[in-house]
Nanobody
Framework: EVQLVESGGGLVQAGGSLRLSCAASGFTFDDYAIGWFRQAPGKEREGVSCISSSNNKTYYADSVKGRFTISSDNAKNTVYLQMNSLKPEDTAVYYC????????????????????????WGQGTQVTVSS
């Protein structure tokens, strides 16, 4: 059974940093794509970042480029999202997710992470950025 467990959320002041972790189990961690998504109250869930093991590529939404960094530790079956220079608009529940049959990051024609391709989801971790 595939399981994804997020951790690392919390309350931070604007300009601060947090590192989120996504611990994965139940699938081969040398052939995967893991995406980070977020959902703010009253808004749709949106893709934030994605990392692919097949071509070692990473993807970032424009809103987080230069501030967030996605990385992985295959030995620990864990993907991280380092978030720096946090803004109040980054406040959301953050989820990690994985597609069932893809090892590359699925990007849709609008150049965003194709959320509909992701099958397995974690429970989410709250990130709150105060101004």
């Amino acid at each position: 059974e595939v399981q994804l467990v997020e951790s690392g959320g919390g309350l931070v002041q604007a300009g601060g940093s947090l590192r989120l972790s996504c611990a994965a189990s139940g699938f081969t961690f040398d052939d995967y794509a893991i995406g980070w998504f977020r959902q703010a109250p009253g808004k749709e869930r949106e893709g934030v970042s994605c990392i692919s093991s097949s071509n070692n590529k990473t993807y970032y939404a424009d809103s987080v480029k230069g501030r967030f960094t996605i990385s992985s530790d295959n030995a620990k079956n864990t993907v991280y999202l380092q978030m720096n220079s946090l803004k109040p608009e980054d406040t959301a529940v953050y989820y990690c997710a994985a597609p069932a049959y893809l090892s590359g990051c699925p990007i849709d024609p609008e150049n965003t992470v194709a959320i509909y391709e992701f099958d397995y989801w974690g429970q989410g971790t709250q990130v709150t950025v105060s101004s």
